[in-house]
């Protein structure tokens, strides 16, 4: 698709459009997104420097703040443009959602952390772009929303990056297919994944636990476990780390990298958990 230039316009929003209040929901989901994410899922269809011209009136307007974060991969020395609401995105939202649930620290994170944000609205987007008509995207809920108590103990939770639902349907039959998705930190200890998925798993063993999760409207008919890694090396090693887990109760866990969700998020990039080969998301794998 051919990108277009805008006219210059005024320095200060005077209406906001659908892509401007997307973007502002996104926004309230994710916190942060960098500018290659709006230029690429919000203005597809205009050239970065009209979405620059766009930022910078939404800020000046007072509905996002920017600010500079040194890359994650430490090699460039070059800083990327960050994004998040300010306080009348804030009001915009919760003008649009009915909710009134904010909190200005949730914005004052480590660079680190904010790069991670970044990659899961990235993860988002083309999810949503790249979805089909049997396999359709219907939401991402944030960690924030996610999070949930399903026993007594405190170690009793689960906390995913964020949790995304599809509609599948099949003969033009519908339902709806949950997946807990976790984002692996380059550095992060096989523990911690282990702990993750013993959790999961006694989670999903407690009766009820499903219906009684509220980010659900309706039980879903499959409900997955995704481990996201940094790249196909550390992939391997969180699937041998996590081999011997018991995860009886979870329909399926599934291995990818970051690089091949962006590449082709629904071909067959997934390994599934004791299963040889890769798959699509949606496959479902009978018992021999």
């Not at 597809?44 to 620059?52: G, W």
């Not at 991670?116 to 988002?124: D, E, G």
């Not at 992939?235 to 009886?248: F, M, P, Q």
């Not at 590449?263 to 390994?271: A, L, S, T, V």
Request: one cysteine or more; proline letters at 3%; charged letters at 30%.
């Amino acid at each position: 698709m051919k990108r277009i230039r805008e006219k210059e316009e005024g320095p200060v929003i005077t209406h906001l459009g659908d892509r401007e209040r997307d973007l502002l929901m996104v926004l309230y989901d994710m916190l942060f997104v960098d500018i290659d994410f709006v230029s690429t899922y919000i203005y597809p269809e205009i050239l970065p420097t009209s979405t620059h011209r766009r930022i910078r009136k939404l800020e000046e307007s007072g509905y996002i703040k920017s600010f500079k974060t040194p890359r994650a991969d430490g090699v460039s020395v070059q800083n990327i443009k960050v994004i998040c609401l300010d306080r009348l995105g804030v009001e915009e939202v919760e003008a649009l959602t009915g909710e009134s649930r904010w909190d200005t620290r949730w914005t004052k994170r480590t660079p680190t952390y904010i790069h991670h944000l970044i990659q899961l609205a990235k993860m988002r987007g083309i999810l949503q772009e790249k979805q089909l008509p049997d396999f359709q995207f219907q939401t991402w809920i944030p960690e924030r929303s996610s999070y949930y108590q399903y026993g007594q103990r405190k170690d009793d939770v689960i906390v995913p990056d964020g949790t995304v639902v599809f509609k599948r349907i099949v003969n033009d039959k519908a339902g709806d297919f949950a997946y807990f998705v976790e984002m692996e930190r380059s550095r992060q200890r096989a523990a911690v994944s282990i702990n993750k998925l013993r959790r999961y798993n006694e989670y999903m063993g407690r009766e009820n636990g499903l219906a009684k999760h509220s980010i659900f409207e309706t039980r879903p008919v499959i409900t997955r476990v995704c481990f996201i890694s940094a790249n196909e090396n550390e992939k391997l090693r969180l699937i041998e780390h996590t081999k011997d887990v018991d995860t009886s109760r979870i329909q399926a866990v599934l291995y990818t990298t970051y690089d091949e969700v962006l590449n082709d998020p629904y071909g067959e990039i997934w390994c599934f958990k004791g299963r040889e080969g890769k798959h699509t998301m949606w496959k479902i794998i009978r018992d021999a």
